[in-house]
């Protein structure tokens, strides 16, 4: 996927790995992507590390939390 500038505006999107900056890509996305990214995250990340990413993150906005945990949910 390529990735919006704006959505990674502290760094060079075309450097970000997508396995070892999982985490980064998955808050990044979660509170700021649009439904095309959305959709990705969803599709690329398997559901254990999307769940495991949102509920342990310190960074994310509690409204955030809450739409990921219901979309991520078996």
Known sequence: MKFRQALFWDTDPKTIDVKKN?????????????????????????????????????????ETKLLWTLMTQK
């Not at 690329?44 to 769940?51: A, D, E, I, S, V």
């Not at 509920?55 to 994310?60: A, P, V």
Request: proline share 2%; aromatic share 12%; hydrophobic share 40%.
């Open 22 to 62: 999982a985490q980064y890509i998955i808050e990044r996305v979660a509170d700021f992507g649009n439904d095309k990214e959305a959709r990705w995250v969803l599709d690329f990340y398997k559901q254990k590390l999307l769940r495991k990413v949102i509920t342990k993150s310190r960074c994310l906005r509690p």
